[in-house]
Nanobody, 122 residues
Framework: QVQFVESGGGLVQPGTSLRLSCAVSGTIFRLYTMGWYRQAPGKQRELVAVINIGGGSTQYADSVTGRFTILKDYDKNTVLLQMNRLKPEDTAVYYC???????????????WGQGTQVTVSS
């Protein structure tokens, strides 16, 4: 019902930048929020950044505030995560998330992309 296209992961050196992109499509009555979560080996999945599609408000994890920026692309169903001054501790699989209602009678539910690996290492 809901499909994701994620891109932009890779291997980078500490202090450099990377941009992730996520586009969502499919049976979407209403798209509430889109965001990025990450999961490092042996750790729980955690919120990185989320944006309200309608109002544009954003929320960030403390660990990325001031370094990462989430923004909507010209296509409202696409978000970008600009990651600057990357650190080794940013290494994780990054998952795109969307809260979507697929019909007018259903509440918003969480949908997840397949994930993209980000590795920060010298």
């Amino acid at each position: 019902q809901v499909q994701f296209v994620e891109s932009g992961g890779g291997l980078v050196q500490p202090g450099t930048s990377l941009r992730l992109s996520c586009a969502v499509s499919g049976t979407i009555f209403r798209l509430y929020t889109m965001g990025w979560y990450r999961q490092a080996p042996g750790k729980q999945r955690e919120l990185v950044a989320v944006i309200n599609i309608g109002g544009g408000s954003t929320q960030y994890a403390d660990s990325v505030t001031g370094r990462f920026t989430i923004l909507k692309d010209y296509d409202k169903n696409t978000v970008l995560l600009q990651m600057n001054r990357l650190k080794p501790e940013d290494t994780a699989v990054y998952y795109c998330n969307a809260v979507v209602s697929v019909t007018s009678s259903m509440r918003g539910e969480n949908y997840w992309g397949q994930g993209t690996q980000v590795t920060v290492s010298s």
